[in-house]
């Protein structure tokens, strides 16, 4: 409570240094600022680059963390770290990463290229994706504050019951934890609802679900998991909140509770989680495979149908992650089958991909191989995954650095991957500018490299018998070499970070603008409008005629896509500070509630109410941009 109030006292003390005291003029000075621009803005592009930009943050922080894991683990019997700071970096490593890297990171990417996708202005609730962006920063921010206030979350990421009750874990660590998912979770839930509602909804005309690019597609459904796996989450995170702060029982097994209610609220989010951050990859890559063969996706239905498949037998088969529990062999013999079962949809969009490579006019783009290089790394992680299937090697491989390895191939060799693919591939959509080529198959090959140096090995850690989650190990059992490789792959992951880091600034400075169709052979709508990207995206709705509109008018020897409508006035939604005063309120919130100081925590729930209230009587309809504007725009960023 008092360091609260020392750093609260301490940040206002700073705030009236910055604005010279009371200044009459500070409140224009602020709204006429860059930053209140961003802070406010509802446009889906800025929202989806502030996702970028904090995601890539915490990527970074996650990754610092696994390194300072693997320094730990280099040699045998280390004291580089306590066995406690290791289990605290362990635990906000897995939560930062899935939390607070993957998915942010894929929805920057859903926000900014979606709704180009599908030929909208704009999504169908912009003051939603704003709040959903501040909500996941003030919850991410929130989680990662445990470091300095007490000591960070020391459960690992699933956070079994009952190590993460107040008996075995007594610092705040878990709290924080806990109240910070649950406002990041909120988040969340409200972008998969607003980018459902805005496919579904904001589609251009011609447009069918069956014209629908494949990045749109997994992003739709990916969204609909987000909808359905999340409230079991929340409704754990809620149940753990009680237990650890009002004294109720619900996972504590000595007052009657039951710890593996946890386990299947955990996994039944957790698992679906993992489709959440693949399937998006899996159309970036279906997108990038397709533009640079020179190809239309092979078997696009099919395509279609086995991410639909994906996405409900991930709901099916969340008991694989408990079959040591002691469920009984009918139940486990039935969720192995189910299993089992999502390889058949997996494989089908392994062998679309290699079909459309076949015969195809391939470019080695920096994107292009990519996601040549995660077909094999997925594919890897993916029969590592029917092997755990299997119940009585799962009980062998269980709590073994075998998972370590095997998740690992599916989420960086998957999601990490794709998200660099589509870096690569959008960046002169989002930027204006193609990162430098000679540097991104640099940083592909050293982070390729670096990867399985870093993960392969630890198949055989496993099999060798060394368990996950341990700070050290005996000298002479056969594991000090593969550690040791392992650590310096890890470094070589870390050098090819730093190399895209050093593309992205070099690009900035120096790197000249690049045309409308940045690659030439763009297949579709986002590649259809100006560089810059206009606010308002299409100055005339597209008319959607076939799969891969752009590519299939300029078959026709047209230049672009038909427009849908005359050009006229464009009515766009106004800037609002509302969500991020609702997040700060959430925030507040949150953060006494974890220091148990109660009149803060109301506090802060009285600035939510006071935000909903402000939203709920505002009368703002928004404003038009008139069609002088808009022509003079055009004629800019064409020119």
């Known amino acids: 409570m008092a360091t609260f109030i020392i750093v609260t006292v301490l940040v206002l003390f700073l705030v009236a240094i910055w604005t010279g005291g009371y200044d009459n003029n500070f409140l224009q000075r602020v709204r006429g600022s860059q930053a209140w621009d961003w802070i406010t803005t509802v446009d889906h592009k800025k929202i989806g680059i502030m996702y970028l930009a904090a995601g890539t943050v915490f990527l970074v922080i996650g990754g610092i963390e696994a390194l300072l894991m693997r320094m730990q683990l280099i040699i045998p019997n280390n004291d580089f770290l306590s066995g406690d700071l290791f289990n605290q970096l362990l635990t906000m490593h897995g939560t930062t990463m899935i ?3 993957a998915m942010p990171l894929l929805f920057g990417l859903m926000n900014y290229i979606v709704p180009l996708q599908i030929g909208a202005r704009d999504v169908s609730f912009p003051f939603l994706n704003a ?13 990662n504050l445990s470091w300095f206030f007490g000591g960070a979350p020391d459960a690992g990421w699933t956070n079994y019951a009952p190590i993460a009750l107040n008996d075995y874990s007594t610092g705040p660590g878990i709290d924080f ?7 990041s979770g909120i988040g969340t839930t409200m972008g998969g609802i607003n980018l459902i509602a805005t496919i579904i909804n904001m589609r251009a005309p011609g447009m069918s679900f069956f014209r629908m690019p494949m990045f749109t597609w997994t992003t739709f459904i990916a969204s609909a998991l987000i909808l359905f796996a999340f ?7 809620a149940l753990m909140m009680f237990d650890r702060l009002f004294g109720t029982a619900f996972f504590d097994a000595t007052r009657g509770g039951d710890s593996v209610i946890w386990e299947h609220l955990f996994w039944i989010f957790g698992h679906p989680e993992v489709y959440i951050v693949i399937l998006p990859a899996f159309g970036i890559m279906s997108d990038i495979i397709s533009t640079f063969s020179r190809k239309r996706l092979f078997g696009y239905s099919s395509m ?4 639909s498949l994906i996405g409900f037998l991930g709901f099916m088969v969340w008991v694989h992650h408990m079959f040591t529990v002691g469920l009984g062999p009918m139940t486990n013999s039935i969720f192995a089958v189910a299993t089992m079962a999502i390889a058949v949809p997996t494989g089908i969009k392994v062998f679309n991909w290699l079909f ?4 195809g006019q391939i470019r080695f783009t920096a994107a292009m191989v990519w996601a040549l290089g995660f077909i094999p790394t997925f594919v890897l992680g993916g029969v590592t995954g029917v092997m755990l299937a299997v119940v009585p090697a799962d009980f062998q491989f269980h709590d073994t650095y075998f998972v370590v390895a095997h998740f690992h191939y599916v989420l960086i060799g998957g999601t990490v991957f794709g998200l660099f693919a589509g870096g690569y591939y959008w960046w002169p959509r989002m930027f204006g500018k193609k990162l430098s080529e000679k540097l991104g198959l640099w940083h592909f090959w050293l982070f390729f490299a670096g990867f399985h140096m870093t993960f392969f090995p630890q198949h ?3 099999v060798f018998g060394m368990p996950r989650r341990v700070f050290t190990y005996q000298a002479n059992e056969g594991m000090d070499a593969i550690n040791f490789v392992s650590t310096i792959g890890a470094f070589a992951m870390a050098l090819g970070t730093i190399i895209f880091v050093y593309n992205i600034y070099r690009t900035t400075r120096f790197a000249e603008k690049a045309p409308a169709d940045a690659w030439d052979d763009g297949r579709t709508l986002e590649w259809v409008i100006p560089n810059p990207t206009p606010e308002y995206n299409f100055a005339q709705l597209p008319r959607v005629r076939s799969n891969d509109p752009l590519w299939a008018e300029k078959m026709a020897g047209n230049k672009t896509v038909e427009a849908a409508e005359p050009l006229g006035p464009i009515h766009m939604p106004s800037a609002s500070y509302v969500p991020a005063l609702m997040s700060l309120g959430f925030f507040i919130a949150g ?3 974890i220091l148990r100081a109660n009149e803060i925590g109301a506090l802060g729930l009285v600035v939510v109410v006071i935000a909903m209230f402000m939203r709920s009587f505002d009368q703002d309809h928004g404003y038009h941009i008139e069609q002088e504007e808009v022509e003079r725009v055009e004629k800019e960023a064409r020119a």
């Open 231 to 237: 409230p079991a989450l929340t409704i754990g995170l």
């Open 591 to 593: 953060f006494g509630f």
């Open 356 to 359: 459309t490579l076949w015969g």
């Open 99 to 101: 939390f607070l890297a």
């Open 460 to 462: 055989f850690l496993g």
């Open 304 to 307: 279609v149908f086995a991410t």
């Open 177 to 183: 934890y806990v109240l910070g998912l649950q406002i």
């Open 131 to 143: 709040l959903g962006f501040w909500l996941f920063l003030a919850g991410g921010t929130l989680l």
